[in-house]
């Protein structure tokens, strides 16, 4: 399951949360509001960022997109 980056509009908190895709808590845990939004956090961007490096191959290459070619974006 990723771990997802919630932030509540109603007292701008941010917190943590394991969720399956597809899902998210029902309300903020410090205020109660219903109105949050979700992101992928920073420590699961970076943990599948260095699975797909282990998948390619390794080595520099950073996007994942290109398959280890030239994409100009990561070269």
Known sequence: MPIYE??????????????????????????GAIEIFRKVSKFAAQTNASEGMKQLGGGGHQCGSCHGGNCGSCH
């Open 6 to 31: 919630f932030y509540c509009k109603a007292c701008t908190h941010i917190f943590e949360e394991l969720c399956k895709i597809g899902t998210q808590p029902e309300q903020c845990p410090r205020c």
